[in-house]
């Protein structure tokens, strides 16, 4: 039930902050040496929420070593909702990560997004900031033009 509720928080919250039909909306999931299944429910639960409400998409951060699993069980969700639409992944791993890399080098063909350095301090406009890097087959993996469906 927890994820239903939150599925609906997510979308009322977007919608308040004036997000456009469509946006993607990730759930961030972290890593878990075994997912266990109330986990599962949740991010399933909350999956549906926010397609059945139908303005925005939802999709995932993910861990390399959970991404299989849980897209497979997103793959069933937006199917069984009548969407055609792969389901938006955002896949978190340093193993072998360069700027140069494109999204699915992570290891699974479906990540849209590779995030491969966690809070690496850079300098950008003579302000140093702990950034987190990141490469996407798109400039903003939210965006609405990142849809195909």
């Known amino acids: 039930p927890r994820g239903a509720v939150e599925g609906r928080d997510a979308v009322a919250r977007t919608a308040a902050e004036g997000f456009p039909r469509g946006t993607i909306v990730f759930l961030d999931i972290e890593r878990m040496e075994r997912m266990p299944p109330a986990m599962r429910d949740y991010y399933r639960a909350w999956t549906r929420e926010v397609l059945a409400d139908g303005r925005y998409i939802p999709g995932v951060y993910v861990h390399a070593h959970n991404a299989g699993a849980v897209h497979d069980d997103l793959v069933a969700e937006f199917a069984a909702a009548g969407r055609a639409l792969e389901p938006p992944v955002w896949v978190a791993s340093g193993r072998g990560f360069s700027r140069e890399s494109a999204p699915h080098e992570v290891g699974h063909w479906f990540a849209d997004v590779w995030q491969g ?33």
Not at 127 to 144: E, F, K, L, T
Request: charged share 20%; aromatic share 4%; proline share 9%.
């Open 117 to 149: 350095v966690l809070d690496k301090v850079e300098s950008h406009g003579g302000v140093r900031i702990p950034i987190d890097v990141n490469v996407a087959a798109v400039p903003s993996p939210s965006g609405v033009y990142a849809l195909t469906e």
